[in-house]
């Protein structure tokens, strides 16, 4: 019987990581947050990083000819859902580290 190899789209893990040390780096306070016009900090724009790079990773998931159809949805989903899902955890990651 041969054994079927499932292939990771290695693009997608690198950008959710991608987004992950973002967010890990702003929750920790690791991350200078100047003003950047307008009296918005630098954090805010931060923020968007994560969701863009986990529909980067959705688009070149859903374009990797080695998975499969299946494969392809279930990764583009998981990875678009996953940058939205990482702000959110920031969030509970700095209220439960600096509180309410």
Same mark, same amino acid.
């Given at each position: 019987?041969?054994?079927?190899?499932?292939?990771?789209?290695?693009?997608?893990?690198?950008? =959710?990581?991608? &987004?992950?040390?973002?967010?890990? =780096?702003?929750?920790?306070?690791?991350? /200078?947050?100047?003003?950047? &016009? &307008?009296?918005?900090?630098?954090?805010?724009? #931060? =923020? #968007?990083? /994560?969701?863009? =790079?986990?529909?980067?990773?959705?688009?070149?998931?859903?374009?990797?000819?080695? #998975?499969?159809?299946?494969?392809?949805?279930?990764?583009?989903?998981?990875? &678009?859902?996953?940058?939205?899902?990482?702000?959110? #955890?920031?969030?509970?990651?700095?209220?439960?580290?600096?509180? /309410?």
């Amino acid at each position: 019987m041969r054994s079927r190899r499932r292939h990771v789209p290695v693009t997608t893990i690198v950008l =959710l990581t991608v &987004g992950a040390v973002v967010l890990a =780096l702003v929750s920790f306070e690791l991350v /200078p947050n100047p003003d950047v &016009g &307008g009296g918005a900090r630098l954090v805010v724009f #931060l =923020l #968007l990083v /994560p969701p863009a =790079l986990g529909l980067a990773g959705a688009v070149t998931a859903s374009r990797d000819r080695r #998975l499969g159809d299946q494969g392809r949805v279930l990764w583009s989903v998981a990875s &678009g859902l996953g940058g939205f899902l990482q702000v959110f #955890l920031a969030f509970v990651l700095v209220t439960l580290i600096a509180g /309410p």
